[in-house]
């Protein structure tokens, strides 16, 4: 397994995305192409001496910023980590790239150079999420943030496959983000979804409400990027909300700091279920390549993680189900 | 004041309705008109005699169930506990109303009868939340789910003049919910809306993202009704799941069993900050009157505070504000 790490990309780059690298090599035995500017990569890889020979730079001259406008950015540089990446993924050279830098650019690298699948007209990006139950798949969290009902189709037909390919799940559940259950209610856009969801050969279950997202009462969970978007961050925030304000509680009084000193296991674990760096990256789906999104704060464990979903994608040849899928609901 | 309860309105309804009444009734020396089946009504009422002689009852003969259609309902049963509430504060009988009700269908009645203030076209939901600094508002959250960009700079007017008027915060500061902070990102609503905010003289800091909701970075949070319901319920589900998630934990071993024993207190504290019925109802700004929503699940504690915020918005004339706010805006 081949992959390509868009070094540059993050908040934390080059210094997390080159030690998850060694880390993934070493863990995962997989090559990995450490794409960036050459100096500052051999700099950080020098940290690990020796570290494992399946580890080589590629030289990226320039690199996109996090705030950068997307699609202008990935047009003028053209040696920008990320293109790097998506070259390295079209010549063949690698089965797969991860990246933690500007999600706009990276989605519009993707999608410009690679294209999308036969029969899918706009990529999504997707990320699995744990819920009461286990963990469910959310599509699209913000590549398309002014969809199509086709797209929201494709979306439910990929989730569908990555959930049965690739999280094992034998009988993948899909519904249709709503403001309320009945067919009547929504928008115009999720009403027509709603038929061609309906009428497709999906085990699709109907609307659900924001309140259904984290209970698990489906598996696949569609919607149009602007929502998606705001529910990600939503729901990162709340975490962080709720813990800071626990916290704050906890430490006014001497019973409750001695009560919190003895339930920090029992945070911790809720804590490692809850965290994005040990889920490992978001596939963007649709897109004729492998190619994982990461959180822009990602640390190393993050890194490693969506190195390790991206060697998944390829080996369970999501993209040639997703294909299948397409062309049977058509025929 | 005189408020009209919608005492059919909300799962737990009579029950629920009736002793927040009473308690209101009460605490606050309002005149409380329960709108509702008299029979049932009374034989909730006989349980706390002697009542206040403040709360009657007004006979409806019929109810809009929760999952029943708002538009279709509010037509056809003419004398349902809503539409009489609604006429009550159209006949001037009563200063405001609450309902716990099918919120759809309480929207359609005060918009249909009622009409919405001179210089708004759309009323929207509104609802205080709690953040790590105090509180914000944000509107709306499922009145309007495809609204103009004039109807979001309606809802940051109302917001404003809700702050300043019955929060009493002084330097207001605005902010639009968007996928990205840059004037470039988002849809063509939201672009629009941009422009609109900025050349307007509200206090505008720009867009704001789903990450920022719960950081009080902005007083007031503008969004479209299709995400803002999305949030608002996606955030209750989250603060549940941790909940649920958290207790799972401390049950899992002797000394988390104990160290939960002891954070009690903050964890009550914690969960009393978070509260929907501690905050009491959701205004419905734009509309010619005063009619607060509450949660369908509400308990008395949370229709008694909804009571109490329909009473400061009357004394603290936020209709009249909000009519001379847009005209400022227009001359």
Redesign the interface.
Known sequence: MRIALDAMGGDNAPRETVKGAVEAAGVLGFEIFLVGEKYSLERELDKYKPFPGSVRIVQATEKIGM?E?AASSVRKKKDSSINVCVNLVKEKKVDALVTAGNT?AAVCAATLRLRTLEGIERPGISIVIP??TGVSFLIDV?AN??PKPEHLLHYAIMGDVYMRYVLNKKEVKIGL?N??E?E?K???LIKESHRLLDSSSLNFIGNI???????GKCDVIVCD???G???????????D??G???KR??N??L??K??????????H??KK??DYTEIGGAPLLGIDGVCIMCHGRSTAKAIRNAIRVAGEFSVHQVNKHITDQVKNLVS
């Open positions: 705030d406008p706009g819920t009461l913000g943030i002014t983000l403001v309320g009945e009547i929504g928008t115009a409400e924001g309140r259904d997202i984290f209970t990027g602007f929502s978007n705001i529910i990600l961050k939503v729901s990162e925030s709340i975490a909300t709720l800071t304000l626990f509680e906890m006014k009084g019973l409750t001695i009560g919190g000193f003895l339930s920090m296991t029992a945070l674990n809720l279920k809850i």
